[in-house]
């Protein structure tokens, strides 16, 4: 799998945002430092379109896949 980049949310956030299969989607993560590492936690899967809706609406800070962001 190809990352093309990755941006990271502001407001103190923990939040990536990777851009997914030449820019067609976005994956909404979440990361925490550990002792020795890294964790990373997958918040959301959408498309670049949904991703932009999502954002329209301030959803990319509270975002969990199955929710209805309409």
């Known amino acids: 799998m190809k990352f093309n980049s990755v941006d990271f949310l502001g407001k103190g956030s923990s939040i990536a945002i990777f851009n997914v299969s030449g820019n067609d989607y976005r994956v909404i993560s979440k990361y925490r430092f550990g002792n020795k590492s890294v964790f990373l936690f ?29």
Do not use: M, P
């Open 42 to 70: 997958v918040c959301w899967i959408g498309t670049h379109d949904e991703y932009t809706d999502l954002c329209n609406k301030g959803g990319q800070y509270t975002a969990e896949n199955f929710k209805d962001y309409s």
